[in-house]
């Protein structure tokens, strides 16, 4: 699996839904180069991209553990902190938690982000 980066985005939860309603409409096609994940505050990010996130994705990649159990090891959390942690980033793909022999398997497929916001998107013309 090859790691990329990912463009996430920064828009009110107002604008969001006008977003979506906008292209389930068909009024609206995202662009190639939009972000594919979207958080209503740089906070709201900053929860999901934190830096003890950030040290365990790293731990991730450097150790490449087959289960969470060897993970919990590596990290020193409780593997119900781990579980409940990557299930978020997973949502947001930014790992995958594969099943393999009874395990879970974290695999990281993002570590790099490159994050865009504006004032109000919609006063860009994105969508109306």
């Not at 990329?4 to 389930?24: C, F, N, P, Q, W």
């Amino acid at each position: 699996m090859s790691v990329k980066a990912m463009k996430v985005g920064i828009i009110s939860r107002e604008d969001y839904i006008k977003r979506t309603l906008a292209i389930a409409k068909g009024d609206y096609k995202p662009k190639q180069d939009e972000p594919k994940i979207w958080f209503e505050s740089i906070q709201s990010m900053a929860q999901v991209l934190s830096t003890e996130n950030q040290k365990l994705l790293q731990t991730i990649v450097q150790h490449k553990p087959r289960s969470l159990t060897q993970l919990e090891g590596l990290t020193c959390r409780k593997k119900s902190n781990l579980s409940r942690t990557l299930k978020t980033l997973e949502r947001y793909g930014i790992v995958e938690l594969k099943k393999k022999s009874g395990k879970i398997e974290p695999r990281v497929k993002v570590t790099d982000f490159n994050v865009e916001f504006g004032l109000n998107y919609s006063l860009h013309g994105l969508w109306a």
